[in-house]
Every structure is written in structure tokens, then in C-alpha cells.
């Protein structure tokens, strides 16, 4: 079908009912848009989700920035990029849910460590440097939390493979937490 | 400008074909290439995007000097930057490094530009590894194999990865593992891709079975040159968007012992019906694929992707023969628009270059025909 203005094929299709009657438009990209219909072209499940759920979870009282790069959550939303690592802790709450849904579910890290790193405050028996990388009592906790109830869900959801390799991930946070993925 | 590490002079050759197109492999029927992609990013400065030109330069000249000084063979760092557009469109059909660092605007929304201090070291030759700096984030390391070995590919990243860490200190943190500039590449910032060559699933309308299968899974199905890219020639990406919460293997194990068994299977069972029920429709297929490419006066990129894509299938089931699967594959990369104008070693413009691709096309398939 061609459009109106004879010259192209109509891709956009539009048909409005006013007052009972039917009214259609056959259009061409370029009449379409003189128009001004806007065609926007499909957005990625996981971009709208992220999108809606930045939407739910931004607040829009208080404005709180990076203290080390001074990124606002409002701008992460515009690029959805972040600015420096301290924003991870900056917009923790924030982030959470999104991260949630765009992962499975997935909360904590698991898998490799930093070797070297490791290695080295291992020699220097720096506790400190130690628990930066392995988190502290607390963060193993949670991790461990986190762990337990995705294990459950996949016992619920009969998923056994998922489910064994999550107890051997338990166990393996449970011994200390740190493991290469080639271990 | 190019840098060496010593190990005697690399140089890059743009004729020569990469290791991951040279065909076989396992599961080569179906599985192009398989490709382990890790994204780090250096304590003490801030992300891409909130990056001064300082920090970009700083953050160059560390990782180009870990780069340069722990690679175990030949490397090259390229400081892109001081490439010309052309070379880094060569670049980018190689897959050596992505569009938007290509352009120097991975990171950089709205802003950045070609003359973003950034860099890509690449393993020569073969051009198994590539290491991007200054990208969306300060490192993102690949290295690409031939056929399906995600194992081997991932052991060979990591080694990298650790070789690199012994000099910089990597952002990390307990709860959130390696923190990059996008929250969507959190945890182990790894993405495993697979290039899946899938024309009987397109023939019998079967490919969004495996789109929403592969979403169900939490796959991203991609085109040949990963995101944002458009299918060509049948050639999709398969790849993880799941990086927190679940480790290296685990993901490994999921892709390696559930996902890509089950599409390769589905694949040849599907090209196995066509051959059994259907071989007039394959083989006319195939035989039109062969016609075009042996008499076209004018060829699109994605035409001629769409061809070869038939020949590589006729070759693969026999029905076709005198040339070899890696031949095709160097091809699809010779039709690409860089490569085209490289070979010829003139710039065309675009009508100029569909004739060019139609011209080496012709002269290239002559020797391909019907088995008897």
C-alpha cells in the first residue's frame, strides 16, 4: 500500500475512532513524522523493567549525591551509568531492587576474588584489608541469607542442578567466603 | 601510536584472517565463535563518565603499561585516539573493539568523541585476545575461540585478568564483587557470548521459540556484532545478562550443560528434517544463495551475509562443495565496508562499494557448485 503522499510505501498504520467513525492513516516514515507521530522503536525488556523500576524506586524529595564524584541518583537515571564506585554504597538502597530484577534475583556477588589482593593481605595478616575483601561478619551474613533463600527457591521450583551448586556455594561462604571460580 | 611489548615486532595485518573465523572447532557446524568478555575497573578514579581528561590518561597509561609488561607473547597496544576512522572501523569489524569505542563514546553519554584518550592491546597474531581500555569501563578484556570452548576461553581470561591484577587494584567490593559503571555488568562483570550460526531455525520459523526460551533463561539473543547490533547472515549472540549472584562456573555450567546443548540440538534437528522432508526447499535455498553471489552486479553488506550464510549451510550438509567453511567465514568478513575498501585499497563510496562486493563475490564462489 502506498502512502498518502503517493511516493513511498506506508509503514505506519494509524486508525483512530472519533465520534463512532473509523478514520485510517497509511503512512510513509518521513509524512508520518511530519505528522508527528512518533515512532519509537521497540524498547529491550530489560531496559523497560530497569526503567520501571527506577521509576518505583526514586524518590522525589530528597537529592542525594556521590560524596566522592557527586553523581545524583537522578543523573544515574538519565545514563544509567554510574560514576565512581562509592556510588554503589551511596545509592545502595536505591540500586538494590534494581539489581534484584536484572539479576535473577541475584543481591551478592559470588564467585572470584581479587587474588593478588587477597594474596597479599593474607602475607601482611591485615584483618582489615582482609574483611574489605571478604565483607565482614555482617556482609557474609547476608550473603549467606541471600544464598539460603535463593536456595529455596530453587528447591521449590524443582530446579535440583541450580540448587546443589547453590549449597556448594553456601558452603564454600560459610568456610570463609573467598574462592577462585576455578577452584 | 602502536607499542610493542618486545616480543619481536607484531604488526597488524588486516588481510590475514582471525583465529576465531579459521573454522572447526567444536560443535563448528553450528557454533561460530565463543567469546568470554571480563570488565574491571581501577580503585582511586572515577568511573567513564564522571572521568576527567586527567584520569583518562592516568588510567591509559597504567593499564597500558600492566598490559604491555604481563602479556606472555606478542601484543599490540594501539592508542585509538591516533587512529584514523577507517582503522577503527577495520577494528571494529574484526570485533577487536565495539562501535561505541570505536567512536569514543562508550561511557561518555552525550559527550566524548574520537579524541577520548582510550586504547585496545590485541594478541598477535590470531588476534585471540583483546584488551579495551577506557572503554564503558577502564578495562574490558576478551578473548575469542573457534567453535564452542567456553571453559578453555574462560580459563585464559581469568589468567589475563590475574596477570593484570598483579599490578592494578581492581574496584571490588564483598557484597557487590567488581563494580563497573553499569550496575547491569555488577558481580563478576563477565559476559560469556556465543555466535550461533542458525539458518534452519529461521527457515522453519522457529527462531523466536528460541528468543523467548533464551529470555525465560535470562539470555540475551544478539546479532554478529553483539549489542545493539541487528541479525546478519543468521549469525546470532547468545550471551549472560545475569552477572551478580552467580559465579564464573555457575554461569558456565548453566550455558555449557543446559542453554547451548539444547540449541545446537534444536538447530540440526531442524536442518536433519529439512534434509530428510523438505531437501528441494534446502537445496533451492541453497542453489539461489549460489546464484546470487555467482551473478549480482550489486551487493549489500547484509545480502551478501545473507548468502554466504546459505553457502556455509549447503557446505556444512554437503549439498554444495570446492570450497571450504573458512573460506565463506573470511569472506563475510572481506564483505564487511572496511574490509571491502581495504582489500581494494581505495576508499569507495557506498554505491561504489556494493559493485566492488558483487565483483569480489563473483570472482571468489566461481569454483563453488552442486556435489554430485
Not at chain 2, 126 to 152: F, T
Not at chain 2, 186 to 202: D, E, K
Request: hydrophobic share 35%; aromatic share 4%; net charge neutral.
Amino acid at each position: 500500500m502506498l502512502c498518502e503522499c503517493g511516493k513511498n510505501e506506508a509503514t505506519i498504520h494509524e486508525v483512530v475512532i472519533k465520534h463512532g467513525k473509523k478514520f485510517e492513516k497509511h503512512l510513509c516514515e518521513e509524512c508520518a513524522a511530519k505528522h508527528g507521530i512518533k515512532i519509537s522503536p521497540q524498547i529491550p525488556t530489560g531496559e523497560l523493567l530497569a526503567k520501571y523500576v527506577l521509576s518505583k524506586t526514586a524518590s522525589p524529595t530528597t537529592t542525594v549525591s556521590c560524596p566522592t564524584c557527586g553523581l545524583t541518583f537522578a543523573e544515574f537515571k538519565q545514563t544509567e551509568l554510574l560514576g565512581c564506585p562509592s556510588c554503589y554504597r551511596t545509592f545502595e538502597d536505591k540500586l538494590g531492587p534494581l539489581l534484584e530484577r536484572t539479576h535473577e534475583g541475584g543481591t551478592h556477588h559470588v564467585g572470584k576474588v581479587p587474588r593478588h589482593a587477597l594474596e597479599r593481605s593474607r602475607l601482611a595478616g591485615a584483618s582489615g584489608t582482609l574483611d574489605e575483601l571478604l565483607g565482614d561478619a555482617e556482609e557474609q551474613a547476608q550473603r549467606l541469607t541471600a544464598l539460603r533463600r535463593r536456595l529455596d527457591e530453587a528447591v521449590a521450583s524443582e530446579r535440583f542442578e541450580l540448587a546443589a551448586q547453590l549449597r556448594d556455594e553456601i558452603q564454600r561462604t560459610g568456610d570463609g567466603g573467598a574462592h577462585a571460580p576455578h577452584a | 601510536m602502536p607499542e610493542s611489548n618486545g616480543h619481536s615486532d607484531p604488526g597488524m595485518s588486516y588481510d590475514a584472517t582471525p583465529e576465531w573465523l579459521r573454522g572447526g572447532g567444536e560443535a563448528g557446524d553450528v557454533v561460530l565463535s565463543s567469546r568470554v568478555r571480563i570488565a574491571r575497573n581501577i580503585v582511586g578514579f572515577p568511573f567513564m563518565s564522571r572521568a576527567s581528561e586527567t584520569d583518562r590518561k592516568q588510567v591509559l597509561e597504567l593499564c597500558r603499561k600492566q598490559i604491555l609488561g604481563s602479556a606472555d607473547g606478542p601484543l599490540l597496544f594501539l592508542d585509538l585516539h591516533g587512529t584514523s576512522q577507517f582503522e577503527r572501523l577495520l577494528l571494529t569489524e574484526r570485533q577487536l573493539i565495539s562501535r561505541q569505542h570505536s567512536k569514543g563514546k562508550a561511557g561518555c553519554p552525550g559527550r566524548g568523541g574520537p579524541d577520548v584518550p582510550r586504547g585496545v592491546a590485541i594478541s598477535l597474531p590470531g588476534e585471540r585476545v583483546s584488551i579495551m581500555v577506557n572503554e564503558e569501563d577502564h578495562l574490558r578484556m576478551q578473548v575469542i575461540s573457534v567453535g564452542l570452548a567456553l571453559g578453555k576461553t574462560l580459563e585464559q581470561v581469568d589468567l589475563i585478568d590475574d596477570r593484570l591484577e598483579e599490578g592494578l587494584t581492581y574496584a571490588f567490593s564483598p557484597r557487590f564483587g567488581y563494580q563497573t559503571a553499569c550496575p547491569t555488568n555488577v558481580g563478576t562483570g563477565v559476559r560469556f557470548g556465543v555466535m550461533l550460526h542458525l539458518p534452519a531455525l529461521r527457515m522453519t520459523g522457529q527462531l523466536d521459540k528460541v528468543r523467548r526460551a533464551a529470555g525465560d533463561m535470562s539470555l540475551a539473543v544478539r546479532g554478529f556484532f553483539g549489542e545493539g547490533s541487528e541479525a546478519l547472515g543468521d549469525f546470532y549472540q547468545l550471551s549472560n545478562q545475569t552477572t551478580l549472584g552467580k559465579s564464573e562456573q555457575m554461569l558456565l555450567h548453566d550455558l555449557n550443560n543446559e542453554i547451548l546443548p539444547a540449541v545446537i540440538e534444536y538447530e540440526r534437528g531442524e536442518r536433519k528434517r529439512l534434509m530428510d522432508r523438505r531437501r528441494s526447499t534446502i537445496e533451492d535455498a541453497v542453489g539461489r544463495a549460489l546464484g546470487v553471489l555467482r551473478n549480482a552486479r550489486l551487493l549489500t553488506t547484509e545480502e551478501a551475509m545473507q548468502n554466504l550464510s546459505m553457502i556455509r549451510l549447503g557446505l556444512v550438509l554437503d549439498l554444495i562443495g570446492g570450497m571450504d567453511e573458512p573460506d565463506i567465514n573470511q569472506l563475510m568478513l572481506r564483505a564487511q565496508p572496511g574490509h571491502l575498501q581495504h582489500t581494494l585499497g581505495r576508499e569507495l563510496s557506498q554505491s561504489e562499494r556494493r559493485v566492488e562486493r558483487a565483483n569480489l563475490m563473483r570472482r571468489r564462489v566461481a569454483s563453488l557448485g552442486f556435489s554430485a
